[in-house]
């Protein structure tokens, strides 16, 4: 492409424009000048190397008999034979629809919780209570599942638990929350709700002072109450943030919690609690069946890779917003 300018003919000049960089010129070029900066990356890339591509070697299991005295190299190479075994076991189709009971659940009702909870402390005027109420709800966030499984056991005991004591003095027939399938998945809900929504709600706090607000103060005067403040300027503005949480959220789905479940549950409740989490644990060692286990692993980390690109592909189409 040519530019002229002048009047006329006779006064034209050209001007040619600069050759566009390519990405690897950019990207080195960046790298000089921000030396430094890239230099910090270089532990950060290291440990995601090491620890994260290094490991997924051993997907080959997936795809062998695999021996542990063999090693990887030499065990013999069986195809799909794992994955023909487990989509046609009839435990794993139990184990899969736990798994999506259980995700669906938690999404449904712990996903808009910290959500609610931060729009009612943001309205709060009185710091004092606010950051009170911030720090209790926050602090069980770092209580491993192992503490907070032991807690919620001697809360809903049938033998001098607080739950059930309270029922017996209302007249009431004492409940087995750990051993009855009709209540063990509200266990796990309350008990999940409990530990990490106060963690979620912090995220939403911060994501509150990125809002400009100028906007509130335009939005007064212009009649606006509190109501439509907050459904068209706090809402839109944390927007962002609760569609990255949420395509992250779907990520974790056949995860479904695998930690607090093994603390939790036990073989009565298996109808029911049984994820895939806990059956690659059940499978992988204490049956010691390492090919079908990493088989069973492969299968959920597909489906969250999927459900990931699939979240975000949506959020982009539909909101014009994704992580990328």
Known sequence: ????????????????????????????LDIWKEWDLYLLLVPGILFILLFKYTPMYGIS?????????????????????????LFTSPDFAQVFKNTVIISFLKIVILFPLPIVIALMLNEMRNMIFKR?????????????????GGLFM????????IVNKALAGMGMEPIAFFLDNSVFRSVLITSAGWKETG????????????IDPML?????????GRWKQLWHITLPGIAPIIVLMFILRLGSVLEAGTE????MYNPVVYQVSDVIGTYVYRRGLGSQDYSFSTAVGLFEAVISFT???????????YLQRGIW
Do not use: C
Not at 134 to 145: A, C, E, G, R
Not at 154 to 161: A, F, K, R, W
Not at 307 to 317: D, M, P
């Open 199 to 210: 963690w979620s709600t912090i995220v939403y706090l911060a994501a509150f002072t990125t």
């Open 154 to 161: 001697d809360l809903l005991s049938t033998n001098g638990g």
């Open 307 to 317: 459900l990931v690109i699939a979240g975000n592909a949506a959020s982009r189409k």
């Open 61 to 85: 299991i997936a795809f062998k008999d695999f021996n542990i005295f063999s090693g990887f190299a030499d065990s013999p190479w069986v195809g799909w034979k794992h994955f023909e075994k």
């Open 132 to 148: 009170t109420v911030q720090t209790v709800i926050y602090l069980p966030h770092f209580l491993s599942w192992v503490i907070v």
């Open 260 to 263: 607090q479940i093994l603390v």
């Open 1 to 28: 492409m040519q530019l002229k300018i002048g009047p006329g003919p006779e006064s034209a000049r050209t001007i040619k424009p600069k050759p566009k960089r390519g990405y690897w010129s950019r990207l080195g």
């Open 216 to 224: 509130y103060e335009a939005a007064k005067m212009d009649g606006a």
